[in-house]
């Protein structure tokens, strides 16, 4: 048998040869053992446990399917080299005919002891093709190039019935999916910062992010790192949604407390951050959230208290926004400690953390890269997924324009808004931050 087929992608008359096959394949082998030295026997006493029903999302029709396996057998079930051992599945229509087409596959992903209970999120994508018709699969385990367990085991595999998704915004369809894979946040009582700060424990690597210097790269680099399942689709939905809303096990509030402070008051951890020039920072902050993306949903949680103080009404304008001296004027009239994170003082996110390693510069991030290669073995390479672009052109009083305005104009140097008034202001209000960044490698 071919590696990569599987009995549900033949046709009908091909299913009894197939499963001649298998069975042949193993009765060569030596007293009664598979290829991967578990024997036949054996698998009666492997069972699979699931939910009967997945609901499938967005363009891929894809859903993610907890499946909890149970070793009841006396021997230890092992993935086998390259993940030869995968859980696949057979599309059925509303009769229980076997639909046509492949099926992906999700590796088992690690070992199970005898007597041991091993889960992992399994996922299905459905052809759009087979839309039309699918209305459950079946879905087991597989050996490539072997068996089809339930060949051997007919009661081995679980029939799992197909649901559409319903009608949802983007915003909620993000959230369904990630539902799916991660458990919803539950949170230990970490106050902020500690909560968000990352820990990959095989690397002894704790990151503190702090807003607007590189965090989303950084975060996804923690994520896959600290081996978070599903980095990919976590990366997809965006990092921030899925590590904040869920327990992902990568921030200290996913871990349990007594844990999490350990982590914290260790100085076994190579604890880092990234920070930038602060005046950089608000201006970064200012074309993002309140001129480039200013009609964004999720920004608005961070903007229209600011908007709405400067316009003086909740009935915010957003074509209108406001201008980058009315969002300084706004922080400056507030308490540094009230302040949202994204223009929170930088240094705010250090107070506490003992046995602190080292802090970068956002524009000598490649000395992290370097460190982690020479120190670490870790070859990455970090981008800045939400860089403003530079352009060469100076606009004269760009910080007293309204983010409307400042769309008429297009592409400006960010370095236009240096000339504000409230400039000295700044460098007093963020002097701590200054001095910190100073001192930054």
Same mark, same amino acid.
């Given at each position: 048998? &071919? ?5 549900? +992608? ?10 001649? =096959?298998?069975? =042949? ?12 030295? *578990?024997?036949?026997?054996?698998? +009666? ?25 149970? =070793? ?5 079930? /092992?993935? $086998?080299?390259?993940?030869? %051992? ?9 009769? $229980? ?10 590796? %088992? ?55 559409? &998704? ?51 790269? %950084? ?42 402070? /350990? ?15 602060? *005046? ?9 959230? *309140? ?13 229209? &208290? ?26 400056? +009239? ?27 510069? %956002? ?22 997924? =939400? ?17 409307? /305005? ?36």
């Amino acid at each position: 048998m &071919a590696r990569g087929v599987w009995p549900g +992608s033949q046709p009908q008359r091909n299913a009894t040869i197939f499963r001649t =096959n298998a069975l =042949n394949i193993f009765r060569s082998k030596n007293a009664d053992q598979a290829s991967d030295n *578990f024997p036949v026997a054996a698998w +009666s006493k492997i069972s699979l446990e699931m939910d009967t029903t997945l609901t499938l999302y967005g363009r891929l029709n894809r859903g993610h399917l907890e499946v909890r396996l149970h =070793n009841h057998s006396g021997q230890k079930l /092992e993935p $086998g080299s390259d993940g030869q %051992l995968s859980y696949s599945f057979i599309m059925l229509d509303a009769k $229980g005919r076997k639909l046509s087409g492949e099926s992906i596959r999700t590796p %088992l992903s690690s070992s199970v002891a005898p007597g041991e209970c091993h889960s992992q999120k399994v996922t299905v994508i459905i052809p759009q093709k087979q839309m039309k018709h699918i209305a459950a699969i079946r879905i087991g385990l597989l050996m490539e190039g072997n068996y089809w367990v339930e060949d051997l085991f007919p009661q081995h595999s679980r029939i799992v019935q197909i649901t559409p &998704a319903p009608a949802l915004s983007p915003a909620e369809m993000k959230l369904a999916i990630a539902s799916q894979i991660w458990p919803k946040r539950q949170g230990n009582g970490l106050r902020w910062p500690y909560g968000s700060m990352m820990v990959s424990e095989a690397h002894r690597l704790f990151y503190i992010p702090v807003a607007k210097c590189a965090c989303t790269s %950084l975060k996804s680099m923690m994520v896959k790192l600290a081996a978070v399942d599903r980095p990919d689709i976590a990366t997809e939905l965006g990092v921030h949604l899925v590590t904040d809303r869920f327990n992902t096990g990568v921030q200290l509030k996913d871990k349990p407390i007594d844990r999490a402070r /350990e982590i914290l008051a260790s100085d076994q951890y190579f604890k880092f951050s990234v920070i930038r020039d602060p *005046f950089q920072r608000l201006v970064s902050a200012y074309l993002e959230k *309140f001129v480039y993306k200013r009609h964004n949903g999720r920004n608005l949680l961070h903007t229209r &208290a600011v908007i709405s103080a400067a316009q003086g009404t909740e009935d915010i304008d957003l074509d209108q926004g406001i201008s980058f001296d009315d969002f300084l004027a706004y922080i400056l +009239s507030q308490d540094p400690f009230e302040l949202d994170p994204h223009w929170r003082p930088q240094h705010h996110y250090f107070l506490g953390v003992p046995h602190m390693s080292r802090i970068f510069r %956002l524009e000598n991030i490649r000395a992290l890269e370097q460190y982690l290669l020479r120190d670490q073995g870790i070859t990455i390479k970090l981008g800045h997924d =939400n860089k403003t672009g530079k352009s060469d052109i100076h606009l004269q009083l760009a910080s007293s324009l309204p983010a409307c /305005e400042l769309d008429r104009a297009g592409p400006i140097n960010p370095d236009s808004f240096l000339a504000t008034g409230h400039a000295k202001a700044v460098r007093e209000y963020y002097r701590e931050d200054f001095a910190f960044y100073d001192s930054a490698v």
